[in-house]
């Protein structure tokens, strides 16, 4: 599976926007984005998975760009209980496991 | 419809002794995973497995651990003379289908003292 690159750690106002990036260079013409949260120690929370065309949910959207090598998770309007590790990983569809990295930490700050 | 059903949540071992984790998937899915995760470290796949079978044992411990997932039943993560390195949350995670999108229980967190 390919890796991902996250920034360690964002900041998001509660209320707004929060924009979670992710670089994929290297992702294979059949492996999907997914992304993850896990809140505090809970069990990890399926969040979103896209291909290549950008999807919509009702808890996120995911923005793939057109060569398929970045991504980014967008939660429309963010909240307390936003706060998590966000994690980004790639895998073909009805792959095996999940390689999860270090992940982004999002802290949402009232 | 239960989400994935883990436990017991906490289990407090002391060196040498055995621990038995449970996991009962969703209900349908037929595929259930184990990850852990070591204090203040990320998510380790260990396991995956079908009804019956071994599928992906590439992140288990050679020694002391093992799973199932018997044909009628949770899966068991079993781990024999456990040591204080053992101390971790494990995860188990079942998904189904083409999409096998997998979706996580809320975890065991196995202390061994």
């Known amino acids: 599976d390919a890796k991902t690159t996250q920034p360690p750690s964002m900041d998001c106002a509660e209320g707004r926007a929060a924009n979670l990036p992710c670089n994929h260079s290297?992702?294979?013409?059949?492996?999907?984005v997914y992304w993850y949260r896990q809140i505090h120690s809970q069990g990890p929370q399926y969040i979103i998975h896209?291909?290549?065309n950008n999807e919509t949910n009702e808890m996120a959207s995911l923005i793939i760009t057109e060569d398929r090598k970045s991504s980014t998770l967008i939660l429309p309007h963010a909240t307390l209980r936003d706060t998590a590790v966000y994690y980004c990983?790639?895998?073909?569809?009805?792959?095996?496991?999940?390689?999860f990295g270090a992940g982004t930490i999002l802290r949402v700050k009232s | 419809n239960a989400g994935v059903m883990q436990n017991p949540r906490h289990l407090v071992r002391r060196r040498g002794q055995e621990a038995r984790l449970r996991c009962s998937p969703m209900?349908?899915?037929?595929?259930v995973y184990w990850y852990r995760q070591l204090p203040e470290e990320g998510l380790k796949f260990m396991v995956y497995?079908?009804?019956?079978?071994?599928?992906?044992e590439s992140g288990m411990p050679k020694e002391r651990f093992s799973a199932e997932f018997p044909k009628e039943g949770p899966s068991i993560l079993r781990i024999q003379q456990v040591v204080r390195g053992d101390s971790a949350a494990y995860f188990c995670?079942?998904?189904?289908?083409?999409?096998?999108?997998?979706?996580f229980g809320a975890g065991t967190r196995l202390s061994v003292l």
């Open positions: 995670a079942s998904g189904q289908g083409a999409k096998n999108i997998q979706y």
């Open positions: 290297t992702i294979s013409g059949n492996e999907y």
């Open positions: 896209g291909l290549k």
């Open positions: 990983i790639v895998r073909v569809e009805n792959g095996n496991k999940l390689v």
């Open positions: 209900k349908g899915h037929s595929h």
């Open positions: 497995l079908q009804k019956e079978n071994i599928i992906d």
